[in-house]
Nanobody
């Protein structure tokens, strides 16, 4: 079965950095659009960033542009999210997601989800 396992969350001060990883198994990773979502307490889950199967296309939410960078290593079946200049409002559970169809489908209705990793930014 498909598994997406996130890691790398933690507690960091405002202005700091975290690097999230998502290790995928049970799917042909190089065919999938991969992405990151987040859900803050009391808020809906929102799209953060996505990357195409070969890594040549990326998409970011306006709130993270210029601060977050998504990348992938198809040899390791892993997608990363480098988060810099973190703000308290970035505090959330971050989820990895996958879709074989398109970036648009990834952004709206991805087929597979990870269990999430908590990132907390203190002020």
């Amino acid at each position: 079965q498909v598994q997406l396992v996130e890691s790398g969350g933690g507690l960091v001060q405002a202005g700091g950095s975290l690097r999230l990883s998502c290790a995928a198994s049970g799917l042909t990773f190089s065919l999938y659009f991969m992405g990151w979502f987040r859900q803050a307490p009391g808020k809906e889950r929102e799209f953060v960033s996505g990357i195409g199967p070969s890594g040549d296309g990326t998409s970011y939410a306006d709130s993270v542009k210029g601060r977050f960078t998504i990348s992938r290593d198809n040899a390791k079946n892993t997608v990363y999210l480098q988060m810099n200049s973190l703000k308290p409002e970035d505090t959330a559970v971050y989820y990895c997601a996958a879709s074989v169809q398109s970036m648009m489908v990834l952004r709206t209705t991805p087929k597979y989800w990870g269990q999430g990793t908590q990132a907390t930014v203190s002020s």
